[in-house]
C-alpha cells in the first residue's frame, strides 16, 4: 500500500486516496443503496472492504422497523440547502448498537436520496450506547433534535399524551428530572452541546 501511496502522491492523484484513508467514515449512496465506502466506514461498521457493496443501508440498522422511521429524515433540508446532520443509533456487523452523527451532501438535491454522500462518525467515546428499546431510541433521537412531543407524536404518528408517557419513563430510568439531563445522562453532554436541527448551518 505505500507504493500505491507515493504512486498517488508522484501523480498528484490524492482524491482516491483522500477518500479511502479519511478519518471518518464515508459512503456514496445511491437509491439507499451502498454503492462504495472508505476504509474508516468499513472499521467503524466491522464490515471488510467490498462487503457491503450494493447491500441496502438498511443493513446498518437495528432493524428493518427503524430504518423505515428514520429513513427519510434529512430530506426536507437536503432540497432546501443541500446540508443535513444528525445523531442516530447504527448497528455494527455483529448487532452492536452504536451512536452515530451522520452528515449528508446530495448530488441531486431535488431528489436528495437517489445519489448522496456521507459521512459517519462513532460516538461511542463521547455518548456510550445504553440499552433502550426501539421506540426510546426513536424518541431520544427526535428530543436530539431539538423536536417538542408534539412534533415527534405527529412524526411517528402517535398520540402527544404517549410520547410524554415514554419521555417521562425515560426521565425515571436515568433518574434525572429534565431533557437536558437525559441527554447528559445518555453521553456526558449537556444541553447546549447537543446537536439539534437548529445548529445546521
Same mark, same amino acid.
Given at each position: 500500500? @505505500?507504493?500505491?501511496?507515493?504512486? =498517488?502522491?508522484?501523480?498528484?492523484?490524492?482524491?482516491?486516496?483522500?477518500?479511502? *484513508?479519511?478519518?471518518?467514515?464515508?459512503?456514496?449512496?445511491?437509491?439507499?443503496?451502498?454503492?462504495?465506502?472508505?476504509?474508516?466506514?468499513?472499521?467503524?461498521?466491522?464490515? #471488510?472492504?467490498?462487503? &457491503? +457493496?450494493?447491500?441496502?443501508?438498511?443493513? &446498518?440498522?437495528? %432493524? @428493518?422497523?427503524?430504518?423505515?422511521?428514520?429513513?427519510?429524515?434529512? !430530506?426536507?433540508?437536503?432540497?432546501? %440547502?443541500?446540508?443535513?446532520?444528525? @445523531?442516530? !443509533?447504527?448497528?455494527?456487523? #455483529?448487532?452492536?448498537? *452504536?451512536? =452515530?452523527?451522520?452528515? $449528508?451532501?446530495?448530488?441531486? /438535491?431535488?431528489?436528495?436520496?437517489?445519489?448522496?454522500?456521507?459521512?459517519?462518525?462513532?460516538?461511542? #467515546?463521547?455518548? /456510550?450506547?445504553?440499552?433502550?428499546?426501539?421506540?426510546?431510541?426513536?424518541?431520544? %433521537?427526535? &428530543?436530539? #433534535?431539538?423536536?417538542?412531543?408534539?412534533?415527534?407524536?405527529?412524526?411517528? @404518528?402517535?398520540?402527544?399524551?404517549?410520547?410524554?408517557?415514554?419521555?417521562?419513563?425515560?426521565?425515571? +430510568?436515568?433518574?434525572? $428530572?429534565?431533557? %437536558?439531563?437525559?441527554?447528559?445522562?445518555?453521553? $456526558?453532554?449537556?444541553?447546549?452541546?447537543?446537536?439539534?436541527?437548529?445548529?445546521?448551518?
Amino acid at each position: 500500500m @505505500e507504493l500505491r501511496i507515493d504512486d =498517488c502522491f508522484g501523480s498528484g492523484d490524492l482524491a482516491e486516496l483522500a477518500f479511502q *484513508f479519511a478519518p471518518v467514515g464515508l459512503v456514496v449512496t445511491e437509491n439507499r443503496t451502498i454503492r462504495t465506502y472508505n476504509n474508516a466506514f468499513a472499521e467503524m461498521f466491522d464490515y #471488510d472492504t467490498d462487503e &457491503l +457493496k450494493n447491500k441496502l443501508f438498511s443493513v &446498518l440498522y437495528p %432493524s @428493518e422497523t427503524e430504518f423505515l422511521n428514520i429513513r427519510d429524515r434529512g !430530506v426536507e433540508e437536503l432540497q432546501a %440547502s443541500n446540508t443535513y446532520w444528525d @445523531e442516530r !443509533v447504527m448497528a455494527r456487523k #455483529d448487532g452492536t448498537l *452504536f451512536w =452515530c452523527r451522520v452528515r $449528508g451532501h446530495s448530488f441531486t /438535491p431535488d431528489e436528495p436520496l437517489m445519489r448522496a454522500v456521507w459521512s459517519f462518525a462513532d460516538l461511542s #467515546d463521547v455518548r /456510550p450506547y445504553v440499552a433502550l428499546t426501539r421506540r426510546e431510541r426513536e424518541i431520544v %433521537s427526535f &428530543l436530539m #433534535d431539538g423536536m417538542t412531543s408534539k412534533e415527534i407524536a405527529r412524526k411517528l @404518528e402517535l398520540s402527544y399524551r404517549t410520547v410524554e408517557v415514554y419521555r417521562a419513563n425515560l426521565l425515571k +430510568k436515568f433518574g434525572v $428530572g429534565n431533557t %437536558s439531563a437525559l441527554f447528559q445522562a445518555l453521553g $456526558g453532554l449537556s444541553g447546549s452541546d447537543v446537536v439539534t436541527r437548529s445548529n445546521i448551518k
